[in-house]
């Protein structure tokens, strides 16, 4: 029950934060400067999830090895993504790439 309480608290807290900015929307003017740093922030944010998970998938100990399986795919991810500027393409390659990648590790 406590659970419950505590994912309907987070679920009010992030719907009322929404909401309350909602009608500003439309009137809120930022600068350039700002517009601009604010471009940055999904990168960040996508970099700041993946990178931990990528490295540490056990999330206690660093694996550079290739015998990591999300290391591998985050790298191969990065080059697809990086030579083929396709967001789909990148997507698909780099969950082929881990799979396939994790299939010849079980066979070693």
Known sequence: MQTLFLVAGMA?????????LLPLSGRL????????????????VLTAIIVPAALMPDGRTLSLSWTNPYLVGALLTVLIGWFSKHLLVTILGGMVGFAVWQWVLTLI
């Open 12 to 20: 009010l807290v992030t719907f009322s934060i929404r909401y309350i």
């Open 29 to 44: 003017r930022f600068s350039d400067g700002m517009q601009r740093a604010l471009r940055y922030v999904p990168p960040s």
